[in-house]
């Protein structure tokens, strides 16, 4: 916003004799031009006339010059009056008392629209002045209600002090481990002797008010809200009048309490950052305890087996339990790089690389993947003919198959079958995951794919599904879970082909 210049001159005293001069000479002027006017029609013009018409300067006077130009405008007027118009003329003499007295209610009824005219004018001028200190007041509230971080609030207080009260310069200062530490400046910078007075370990009493003074005087006004401290502004030069120096308390009470806003907003927001990370980290923590215990435990099982000679193990069951522990190290190796995967989304470095990619090529590679983890269980691909090749990353794609086939193997009954399916539906590829599990229900089909979401009926949840929909809507693309017929769940998510016309491979 820009702050609109209304500060007052810098002697005050200087306008208002120039202002006086100014309208005392226009009085003047009026009143020998209407004189001069009149004087050729004077045979045919009656006293009364001519003081009506003399009315005219005396009131143009105070409105130039106030009312010690109206009292000039008058004495003006009433020679004018006198010489000119009341017999015996180009004479201070009055030949009749008549006119003595005509002469003397002109001047008192002129006094009297003088004062009157100017108590008006004076009664403008202070409205108008009050207008603008509102306006002015109102404009750098405007600067302070806003919603801004700390530091920016503090250069704009600093900025609006220097630039409407046309001051040398302006140092905000807030309190930092038991001294004052500069946090803003503007304009002219404070002396390290003017810094060191304003310290409250140096001993010297420092005068928290305003007033006129020297351009490179420092005047401390201080910031409170609620009756604590926020700071101290140290001004070089404060404002010459009362009017300026009672608005810049005013600011000076509602910069405290914005600051005080400021600083309690970002308290409030580290806050709830803390907060989001503990909940996170218990949230995590409980996501993946499962996970993790029952491959390491299982592992912990097998190795200890293998490693007591006591154990009357043949040649195949030692080869069963060394098969078993290398699946559950892949399943380990899955879950960390989901985590890795996950944290890389959440820095914000998950980069898409495209490049055509055949949809059957993605599947064979998902399932050979995976398919120490599958052991027997049978998995029907179900892929349309002359599928066109899809523009996606390979790795990260790859994950989104292996992760849907590693829960549908988690949630399916033993030795049942998963398929898995791609078709073109209208301008895109959509691929399924289909097992024969209980299925989700459909009030949790939403939150199934959100971070760390445990369902107290069993369903499921966890890193996987969350992966898989970041990176399937880092392609632009959706994902979601439908019903089965007979029972289970199929997880869809879609892609689009690099060309309408090509081929699949």
Do not use: C
Not at 99 to 110: F, K, Q
Not at 424 to 443: K, T
């Amino acid at each position: 916003m820009d702050l609109v210049d209304l500060t007052h001159p810098v002697s005050y005293d200087n306008e208002r004799v120039r202002r006086s001069l100014v309208g005392s000479i226009t009085g003047a002027l009026i009143s020998v031009g209407l004189g001069a006017i009149m004087l050729a029609f004077r045979s045919n013009l009656s006293i009364a006339s001519v003081a009506l018409v003399l009315v005219v300067p005396v009131v143009a006077g105070v409105m130039v010059g106030g009312f010690r130009a109206g009292v000039t405008s008058v004495v003006v007027g009433f020679l004018v009056y006198d010489l000119l118009f009341i017999p015996p003329y180009y004479r201070l003499t009055v030949g009749r008392s008549q006119n003595l007295v005509v002469l003397g209610v002109y001047a008192v009824v002129m006094l009297l629209v003088a004062r009157i005219v100017a108590n008006r004018e004076a009664a403008r001028v202070e409205a108008q002045r009050r207008a603008l200190e509102t306006s002015r007041l109102f404009e750098l509230s405007e600067l302070l209600v806003e919603d801004r971080s700390v530091e920016e609030l503090l250069e704009t207080i600093v900025n609006a002090v220097a630039t409407v009260f046309k001051v040398h310069g302006v140092t905000l200062l807030v309190p930092e481990a038991e001294r004052l530490a500069i946090a803003a400046s503007a304009g002219v910078s404070l002396s390290p002797d003017q810094l060191r007075r304003l310290d409250p370990r140096s001993g010297i009493p420092v005068s928290l008010a305003t007033g006129p003074g020297l351009p490179h005087e420092v005047h401390a006004v201080a910031l409170t809200a609620a009756g604590r401290p926020v700071g101290i502004l140290a001004i070089l030069g404060a404002p010459d009048s009362e009017a300026d120096r009672a608005l810049l308390r005013t600011f000076a009470n509602s910069a405290a309490l914005a600051l005080e806003r400021a600083q309690l907003r970002e308290q409030a927001l580290r806050s709830e950052v803390l907060e989001e990370v503990d909940r996170l980290r218990h949230a995590l923590m409980g996501a993946v305890s499962h996970d993790l215990r029952t491959p390491l435990a299982t592992m912990k099982v097998a190795s200890s087996t293998l490693l007591n000679p006591a154990s009357p193990l043949s040649d195949a069951d030692a080869h069963e339990l060394h098969g078993l522990i290398d699946m559950e190290t892949d399943r380990l190796t899955r879950l960390v790089t989901n985590l890795l995967d996950m944290t890389r989304f959440d820095a914000g470095v998950l980069e898409v690389r495209r490049s055509p990619q055949s949809v059957r090529t993605l599947v064979n590679e998902a399932v050979v993947a995976l398919r120490p983890a599958l052991g027997e269980r049978p998995v029907r691909m179900a892929l349309a003919e002359r599928l066109p090749d899809v523009d996606v990353d390979q790795i990260l794609i790859g994950q989104v198959l292996a992760n849907l086939l590693d829960n549908a193997d988690r949630h399916s009954p033993p030795n049942s079958q998963i398929t898995v399916t791609g078709e073109l539906r209208s301008d895109r590829i959509a691929i399924a995951v289909a097992d024969s599990g209980p299925g989700v229900p459909a009030e949790e089909r939403e939150a199934v794919f959100d971070r760390f979401v445990r369902f107290d009926t069993g369903g499921r949840s966890g890193l996987g599904l969350t992966i898989a929909k970041t990176f399937v809507e880092a392609h632009g693309e959706q994902i979601w879970v439908e019903d089965v017929p007979g029972g289970g769940a199929r997880f869809v998510f879609t892609l689009r082909p690099v060309a309408a016309n090509g081929a699949g491979r």
